[in-house]
């Protein structure tokens, strides 16, 4: 039985904490002779020691080869596999021992085997009693405080192990020697920092003396798993509700503020919207640019995830350069100190935002990314909050209970900006959605609004609804395009064997999408049908025969409308479309024509141009009552006479014959009284 807010393993093991080794599912390291991988036995195994000059010559030449990202990576890397990070130690450093053997060195004392070799790394680069915990996969947190190993495992509150690091000072060592190695600035000078292992996910906060009393050194796993809005509902991070919610408010392009205490949850959430934003409209192309310190957050890979590691101090200089990006959803990873206002910045360009900040609460949240922002120049604190409230409209709060469990615990919209008692300002705030831990442990939560029903949001949250529908309609277009993919897959394997079936499968694809993708294997099936004896489809082909001669009679009578309802139901079948002519001839130019494309588009403009007519045509008979001659025939002159049927032609041709009458060209209205048959007075 999973817990409601744990997530499920691979097995049902009890937890590691207080054991003195693990057994790892995997097979990929070779094991010995009684299955176990050669790590795993190794506190059976007879005890090695290794001189001082030795553990110092490893670390040297691992410092010197940790340029190699692939490398760094196995070997420095903590949460590393196992199964991959002891082969290339033991790849990398065998021939090394071997040569020293042979010609002398710091490693001759060194037993050239697999199980040494892995005792001397977890010595001289790994992290000794505590790497057993690092090397169990349902870890995410281990931290060494002073002596004291303190783990956390698949999202459990941590615990203390029964085994302890040898002393402070070989933690110092350790920390420095892996700092060193990539490159990371960690001394009594700068005692504390945050480091990052080229390629890994793995992200380590270090703090030495004299900063401390002791050592106090963070490691996080990150995520290897891609999560969306529905893992944070199997996991009960969220309600069903909750979820929907999340989603809708994703739709509309609201900026969302993810507000919580350490280890919340916090980036788990904001991985999981990303994914869940970027896979909404798929295929549709959408590029988000996630900015990190380190990989720790998982993207699906079909999602357009751009990510960029920086450097905190360089946090305001990569947003600018982000814009010019074209991006559609920005995520600074957490705002900590005066990049805040670099933040604040985007968030008035228009651009949808995402990123997370230590706060209990909505307020607090707000207060502190103002707070913070004064410090990276922003004029007052006013107008931070200001621009605080207006440029997240949404603020998710992520907690966590004393026993460990991660659960979203509200979802609020910011409205507006008020004061307090005193004149300061502060956000107006309307809860959406809140979650509390029940006795019992499960997850109570309540709804403000209907997530289906978006005209209960808060007023400000209104102007965005719109973008609900344009969503709607893409996932339409989407889903059209994935049925035309697949009935043209599978009409690919019947049009051989069955063209009658293959052509009925486009007919009723085109019946709903009328996608121009079926066009060119439906005109091969087409004349193959047409070809048949008997024919297989008579009715159909002789209905559409008697139509398109209809089509084509309205069309050369400029009867549009009867045109129109023509064209529309042949375009309703596949076979009448393909029935009809690649062209027809242009009644605006007999000697141009019109391609069988735009013909339903000229259709309709010809359509609307004979209803203005009939309405430009009583405009002049008005004005020409009224004597305002000049209006008559500005009115008459708007008809293009090329596109009326017989009958409003004759129409518009008299009423051009009576106001050359009433302008007194009488000889312009002889010819004219001619052609229409019509008797002409000339007046003495």
């Not at 071997?98 to 004392?109: D, K, P």
């Not at 005792?119 to 009693?129: D, H, M, S, T, V």
């Not at 309703?572 to 024509?593: E, I, N, T, V």
């Amino acid at each position: 039985m999973i817990h409601p807010f744990q997530m499920p393993d691979d097995d049902d093991r009890a937890p590691i904490i207080g054991m003195t080794h693990g057994r790892s599912t995997s097979g990929a390291f070779p094991p010995t002779d009684d299955g176990m991988p050669i790590w795993e036995g190794l506190s059976r195994s007879p005890s090695v020691s290794f001189t001082n000059a030795a553990i110092r010559y490893v670390r040297e030449i691992v410092r010197g080869s940790s340029s190699q990202g692939t490398l760094a990576q196995a070997i420095l890397d903590p949460f590393s596999d196992p199964n991959h990070r002891y082969p290339a130690f033991i790849t990398f450093i065998l021939p090394k021992i071997q040569e020293h053997h042979r010609h002398g060195g710091e490693l001759a004392t060194v037993p050239p085997d697999p199980e040494t070799c892995i005792r001397l790394y977890q010595e001289a680069i790994g992290w000794g009693p505590a790497q057993l915990f690092f090397d169990q996969p349902r870890v995410d947190e281990v931290r060494i405080f002073g002596q004291h190993i303190i783990v956390s495992e698949s999202g459990q509150y941590p615990m203390c192990a029964n085994v302890t690091m040898h002393n402070p000072d070989d933690v110092v060592i350790r920390i420095m020697q892996l700092a060193d190695a990539v490159r990371v600035a960690l001394n009594t000078q700068t005692p504390q920092a945050t480091i990052a292992i080229p390629d890994s996910r793995t992200r380590i906060h270090a703090t030495i003396p004299p900063r401390s009393d002791v050592p106090m050194i963070v490691f996080r796993r990150g995520r290897s798993s891609v999560w969306t809005l529905n893992d944070l509902t199997y996991t009960g991070m969220v309600s069903d509700d909750g979820r929907n919610l999340l989603d809708v408010l994703i739709q509309m392009g609201v900026s969302i503020l993810i507000a919580g205490p350490t280890s919340s949850g916090k980036s788990t959430v904001m991985a999981a919207l990303v994914n869940h934003w970027a896979l909404q409209l798929y295929p549709l192309v959408r590029n988000a640019i996630v900015i990190e310190e380190s990989r720790e957050m998982q993207f699906d890979p079909r999602a357009l995830v751009l990510r960029q590691l920086v450097r905190p101090s360089d946090l305001h200089q990569v947003l600018i350069e982000t814009l010019r990006q074209t991006p559609d959803l920005i995520c600074p990873y957490e705002v900590r100190g005066s990049e805040a206002a670099a933040v604040l910045s985007i968030t008035q360009t228009g651009h949808q935002v995402m990123t997370t900040i230590h706060a209990g609460n909505p307020t607090m949240a707000l207060r502190r990314l103002a707070l913070l922002a004064t410090q990276g120049g922003y004029p007052n604190y006013a107008a931070a909050m200001h621009d605080a409230c207006m440029g997240f409209p949404i603020v998710v709060v992520v907690d966590r209970t004393p026993t460990g469990y991660r659960y979203l615990r509200s979802i609020t919209a910011v409205t507006g900006v008020g004061t307090d008692g005193d004149g300061t300002p502060e956000p107006i705030l309307v809860p959406l959605y809140t979650a509390e831990i029940a006795d019992d442990q499960s997850l109570q939560t309540h709804i403000m609004v209907d997530p289906n029903r978006p005209e209960t949001f808060p007023p400000p949250l209104h102007a965005l609804r719109y973008r609900l529908s344009g969503h709607a309609y893409v996932r339409s277009a989407q889903l059209a395009s994935v049925v035309v993919e697949r009935t043209l897959e599978e009409v690919s394997l019947l049009q051989q064997t069955n063209p009658v079936r293959a052509f009925e499968r486009l007919q009723s694809v085109w019946a709903t999408t009328r996608s121009m993708q079926v066009l060119p294997v439906a005109g091969t099936l087409f004349h193959r049908i047409r070809s048949m004896n008997p024919h297989p489809f008579p009715e159909l082909h002789q209905d559409q025969a008697t139509l398109l001669e209809h089509f084509r009679a309205a069309w050369a009578d400029h009867r549009w409308n009867d045109a129109l309802d023509c064209y529309r139901r042949i375009e309703s079948s596949l076979y009448g479309y393909l029935m009809l002519p690649h062209q027809l001839p242009d009644p605006r130019d007999g000697r141009s024509s019109v391609p069988i494309t735009e013909v339903r588009q000229r259709i309709e403009e010809y359509a609307r141009h004979v209803h203005m007519a009939t309405l430009w045509l009583a405009d002049s008979d008005r004005f020409l009552n009224e004597g305002a001659i000049i209006r008559a025939d500005e009115s008459i002159r708007r008809i293009d006479l090329r596109l009326l049927p017989d009958d409003l032609y004759r129409q518009a041709r008299s009423m051009q014959y009576r106001i050359l009458r009433a302008q007194g060209l009488m000889d312009a209205a002889g010819i004219l009284a001619a052609e229409l048959g019509i008797a002409h007075e000339v007046s003495s």
